[in-house]
């Protein structure tokens, strides 16, 4: 299976039209339809309904754009994470003896890390 046919098929059920998503996805309407076939071929389904009016899902294609569309989203998710980049976040661990003038000192100096800046680990041993 394809994803490249997959967001083709996902835009078409959008649409409800080939020559509306050939348009929309700026490809030529054969190569669009010559990919939705290959799709259903690879899947052993019949996603859509081809009429005059348009092209309607079928039971089984309305559940195959239902997963698709999340994959879909998921792939979106990871491309813009990488593409883009997340904040680095600074990591602090320590690991102290258990008393209280440590731990409040931790705590004064853990507000003045934001957040969403950073991981802090804190654990307390026996002396």
Known sequence: MNILHMKYAVEVAKIGSINKASEFLLIAQPNLRRSIKELE????????????????????????????????????DVEKMYRYGLPKKQKFSISVPRASYISNAFARFSTFIGADSAEIFYKETNS
């Open 41 to 76: 071929a690879d899947l052993r389904i019949y996603i859509f309904d081809r009429s005059a009016k348009g092209m309607t899902l079928t039971p089984e294609g309305e559940k195959f754009i239902g997963y698709a569309t999340g994959i879909l989203d998921q792939i979106n």
